[in-house]
């Protein structure tokens, strides 16, 4: 049986000459203009990033690896009794752009059991931060301290750096992390919310179970941990959690370093904490209403006030989509099937705002894109398993997430990206370009 770094290993080796061809034959052609409105603009639509990990195309939405939502969970080997697949057996197919086997899968859940001890000093790290420290401040300083134990920097130092082979120390670190992640964000979750009451892994489960496990949280809360993680990975490389950590790593910084600055720009309230603000939006209104699901029209006018004050709606709009979410529409799919959820008032109000908002910001007139995101629906499954500390959903985004930024950061080390230095030009220089006198 070949082993998850031998098939790396060849897949790299097949892949750096179309890599190389690219640059030296073709180095010249044109992939388009950059206007003022996109240098302005954050960057949108300009194309300067190349990853084959995952693709979004606008209409259709995320594929990983050339496979559509409901294709990567047909097609990857599930967990004995459960509807999900194992997340070891989609890091797999993250990295290689295969398929697994049960036995590749099981080799993986065995390789991350052996790394998922949380080193002692980290769990000091966390206790001596204040309590009230937001959970993603915690998760960034846990992952940035375990930076001493990073392989690729330890090898660097040692002068052992070799371009071609420098990957391999990238692999190691990125495994070790996507070990610890999970037992580490649970650890956050129980010191900050659960009474500092640890619950230990269990060696039978694996990455998602035991999420499920540490958390305290009864099936079938692995499925979703395995959804979620699965869901949360990848949306390509420009968004701002992946793109940062993408430019982390191209000034040779290692895995530890990238992927905490990519963690701290999750954290942003335009990226992964729209989650969180889905469900205190929602939320409040529901309290206003003294808890009762309102009508269309109460809906309607709540949206409305949160645009005229200047608010976006949270959950909705997307730099890059522009059809409703198909990691919304899976969440989605997931409470419909699952009995209890469906009738769930939460659901029930998260379905109507799905029925109203999109109107709204049509007529609204901003946003290019009025349908929901994957963080529209996310909240509403956590808080009906009771995980409704949505402070801490952030996190959840950030152990999925890693699955991606981490396969895409093994895969720029073996293909030898440059480091990230895009050119920058002066207000004065897009006035003389723009003909302004
Ligand atoms: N509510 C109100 N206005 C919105 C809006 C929304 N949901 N989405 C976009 N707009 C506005 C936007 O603020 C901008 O206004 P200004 O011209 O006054 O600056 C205008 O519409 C054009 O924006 P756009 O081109 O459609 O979107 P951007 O690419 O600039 O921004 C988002 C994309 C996601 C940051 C934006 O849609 C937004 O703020 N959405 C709400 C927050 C959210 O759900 N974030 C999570 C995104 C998710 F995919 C993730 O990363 N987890």
């Given at each position: 049986?070949?082993?998850?770094?031998?098939?790396?290993?060849?897949?790299?080796?097949?892949?750096?000459?179309?890599?190389?061809?690219?640059?030296?034959?073709?180095g010249?052609?044109?992939?388009?203009?950059?206007?003022?409105?996109?240098?302005?603009?954050?960057?949108?639509?300009?194309?300067?990033?190349?990853?084959?990990?995952?693709?979004l195309?606008?209409?259709?939405?995320?594929?990983?690896?050339?496979?559509?939502?409901?294709?990567?969970?047909?097609?990857?080997?599930?967990?004995?009794g459960?509807?999900?697949?194992?997340?070891?057996?989609f890091?797999?197919?993250?990295?290689?752009?295969?398929?697994?086997?049960?036995?590749?899968?099981?080799?993986?859940?065995?390789?991350?059991?052996?790394?998922?001890?949380?080193?002692?000093?980290?769990?000091?790290?966390?206790?001596?931060?204040?309590?009230?420290?937001?959970?993603?401040?915690?998760?960034?300083?846990?992952?940035?301290?375990?930076?001493r134990?990073s392989v690729?920097?330890?090898?660097?130092?040692?002068?052992?750096?070799?371009?071609?082979?420098?990957?391999?120390?990238m692999?190691?670190?990125?495994?070790?992390?996507?070990?610890?992640?999970?037992p580490?964000?649970?650890?956050?979750?129980?010191?900050k919310?659960?009474?500092?009451?640890?619950?230990?892994?269990?060696?039978?489960?694996?990455?998602?179970?035991?999420?499920?496990?540490?958390?305290?949280?009864?099936?079938?809360?692995?499925?979703?941990?395995?959804?979620?993680?699965?869901?949360?990975?990848?949306?390509?490389?420009?968004?701002?959690?992946a793109?940062?950590?993408?430019?982390?790593?191209?000034?040779l910084?290692?895995?530890?370093?990238?992927?905490?600055?990519?963690?701290?720009?999750?954290?942003g309230?335009?990226?992964g904490?729209a989650?969180?603000?889905?469900?205190?939006?929602?939320?409040?209104?529901?309290?206003?209403?003294?808890?009762?699901?309102?009508?269309?029209?109460?809906?309607?006018?709540?949206?409305?006030?949160?645009?005229?004050?200047?608010?976006?709606?949270?959950?909705?709009?997307?730099?890059?989509?522009?059809?409703?979410?198909?990691?919304?529409?899976?969440?989605?799919?997931?409470?419909?099937?699952?009995?209890?959820?469906?009738?769930?008032?939460?659901f029930?109000?998260?379905?109507?705002?799905?029925?109203?908002?999109?109107?709204?910001?049509?007529?609204?007139?901003?946003?290019?894109?009025?349908?929901?995101n994957?963080?529209?629906?996310?909240?509403?499954?956590?808080?009906?398993?009771?995980?409704?500390?949505?402070?801490?959903?952030?996190?959840?985004?950030?152990?999925?997430?890693?699955?991606?930024?981490?396969?895409?950061?093994?895969?720029?080390?073996?293909?030898?990206?440059?480091?990230e230095?895009?050119?920058?030009?002066?207000?004065?220089?897009?006035?003389?370009?723009?003909?302004?006198?």
């Amino acid at each position: 049986m070949s082993t998850l770094k031998e098939t790396l290993r060849k897949k790299i080796e097949e892949h750096r000459p179309r890599t190389t061809r690219l640059v030296k034959e073709f180095g010249d052609v044109k992939l388009g203009d950059v206007t003022i409105s996109q240098a302005i603009g954050g960057a949108r639509g300009i194309k300067c990033l190349v990853t084959d990990i995952s693709y979004l195309d606008p209409m259709e939405g995320i594929r990983f690896r050339g496979k559509t939502i409901p294709e990567t969970f047909a097609a990857l080997p599930k967990v004995p009794g459960s509807d999900y697949p194992y997340v070891e057996g989609f890091w797999w197919m993250l990295l290689t752009g295969d398929v697994p086997t049960m036995e590749q899968t099981l080799e993986v859940v065995e390789d991350w059991k052996k790394r998922s001890q949380i080193p002692a000093y980290v769990i000091d790290v966390l206790r001596a931060l204040p309590r009230d420290s937001h959970p993603m401040a915690m998760f960034s300083a846990a992952i940035v301290a375990m930076q001493r134990d990073s392989v690729f920097a330890k090898n660097y130092a040692a002068g052992k750096f070799n371009k071609m082979t420098c990957w391999e120390d990238m692999y190691e670190d990125a495994n070790e992390l996507m070990a610890k992640l999970g037992p580490i964000a649970a650890y956050i979750y129980r010191m900050k919310y659960k009474g500092d009451t640890h619950i230990p892994a269990d060696p039978k489960l694996d990455m998602g179970g035991n999420f499920a496990h540490m958390m305290g949280v009864d099936k079938p809360y692995d499925d979703v941990a395995r959804m979620y993680f699965i869901l949360h990975s990848d949306h390509e490389s420009g968004n701002v959690s992946a793109h940062t950590t993408h430019l982390v790593a191209s000034a040779l910084s290692d895995a530890y370093y990238s992927y905490a600055a990519g963690i701290n720009g999750l954290a942003g309230p335009l990226h992964g904490l729209a989650n969180q603000e889905v469900l205190a939006w929602t939320q409040n209104f529901m309290d206003k209403l003294g808890g009762k699901v309102p009508t269309k029209e109460e809906l309607e006018k709540a949206l409305w006030d949160t645009l005229n004050s200047g608010q976006v709606i949270p959950g909705y709009g997307h730099a890059v989509l522009r059809k409703t979410d198909p990691r919304y529409t899976s969440q989605r799919e997931f409470c419909l099937k699952t009995p209890g959820l469906k009738e769930y008032p939460l659901f029930q109000l998260v379905s109507m705002i799905f029925e109203v908002a999109p109107d709204v910001l049509l007529k609204h007139g901003k946003a290019k894109n009025p349908w929901p995101n994957v963080d529209a629906q996310s909240g509403v499954i956590q808080w009906y398993y009771g995980v409704t500390e949505y402070d801490f959903y952030t996190v959840l985004f950030g152990v999925g997430r890693a699955l991606g930024c981490l396969a895409n950061i093994t895969w720029d080390r073996a293909l030898g990206y440059a480091i990230e230095r895009p050119k920058s030009v002066t207000t004065a220089m897009l006035e003389d370009a723009a003909g302004i006198k």
